[in-house]
């Protein structure tokens, strides 16, 4: 499976975007599915994931602006940001993990936030 992640631009402090991370196969047996990202100078941080039971966890900086939806039929992931800060500037990258072991990684997408 390969991952494609787009969507990334630039923006406004407040504004909104809208991730997407494209897979070449289903994305049905993928468990789970992530974003991370990785600002400038920093390590890259888990930021969102999504399990097929629906649960979905996020970093504390991105709770209740940051939603990780899965579209099984589009074999898409996407990560909505809403009310977007400066310290949001990263490199996107999407991720899925299998049960088996195996880790696939998209490209990275650019986010960045102006004030």
């Known amino acids: 499976v390969q991952l494609q992640a787009s969507g990334g631009g630039s923006v406004q402090a407040g504004g909104s975007l809208r991730l997407s991370c494209a897979a070449s196969g289903t994305i049905l047996y993928l468990d789970p599915v992530a974003w991370y990202r990785q600002a400038p100078g920093k390590q890259r941080e888990l930021v969102a994931t999504s399990f097929i039971s629906g649960t979905t966890n996020y970093v504390d900086s991105v709770k209740g602006r940051f939603t990780i939806s899965r579209d099984n039929a589009k074999s898409t992931v996407y990560l909505q940001m809403n009310h977007l800060k400066t310290d949001d500037t990263a490199v996107y990258f999407c991720?899925?993990?299998?049960?088996?072991?195996?880790?696939?990684w998209g490209e990275g997408t650019l986010v960045t936030v102006s004030s």
């Open positions: 991720n899925a993990q299998t049960n088996w072991g195996t880790i696939y």
